[in-house]
């Protein structure tokens, strides 16, 4: 099988519930904690490819550094919201399983089990 990895936060109840899942059938991903070692810039870039999605969608709107960073400004480059969030780690939406070249967040957890054979 695919390795898995984890880019969990220990502290969201919806991460943890994606690893719970996981774990209940028999998986143990790497985890990444995320806050503690934040993903680089070229992380976080290949996150998004295997994601399939832009730099708006992996952001946690409602977090302080949002606001504060005027995170919400249109004219905003990829290249400079992708460096907000690896200069401030709470930015990224959490739960993402990586499996291979996929990935997913686990919003609801459930969104996991879509990566598993």
Same mark, same amino acid.
């Not at 969030?85 to 739960?95: F, N, S, T, V, W």
């Not at 997913?104 to 054979?117: A, M, N, Q, Y």
């Given at each position: 099988?695919t390795?898995?990895?984890?880019?969990?936060?220990?502290?969201?109840? *919806?991460?943890?519930q994606?690893?719970?899942l996981l774990?209940e059938?028999?998986?143990?991903? %790497?985890?990444?904690?995320?806050?503690?070692?934040?993903?680089?810039?070229?992380?976080l870039?290949?996150i998004l490819?295997?994601?399939?999605?832009?730099?708006?969608?992996?952001?946690?709107?409602?977090?302080e550094?949002?606001? %504060?960073?005027?995170?919400?400004?249109?004219?905003?480059?990829?290249t400079?919201?992708?460096?907000?969030?690896?200069?401030?780690?709470?930015?990224?939406?959490?739960?993402i399983?990586?499996?291979?070249?996929?990935a997913?967040?686990?919003?609801?957890?459930? *969104?996991?089990?879509?990566?598993?054979?």
């Open positions: 099988m390795e898995l990895t984890l880019y969990h936060n220990p502290r969201c109840s *919806k991460s943890r994606a690893l719970a774990e059938r028999g998986l143990q991903p %790497s985890i990444v904690l995320y806050l503690e070692t934040p993903p680089t810039g070229d992380e870039q290949a490819a295997r994601l399939g999605i832009g730099p708006r969608q992996l952001l946690r709107t409602g977090e550094e949002y606001r %504060s960073l005027n995170l919400a400004d249109p004219t905003l480059s990829d400079q919201l992708i460096a907000a969030m690896a200069a401030h780690p709470r930015l990224i939406e959490r739960p399983l990586i499996a291979g070249d996929s997913v967040i686990g919003r609801p957890p459930e *969104k996991v089990l879509e990566l598993l054979p």
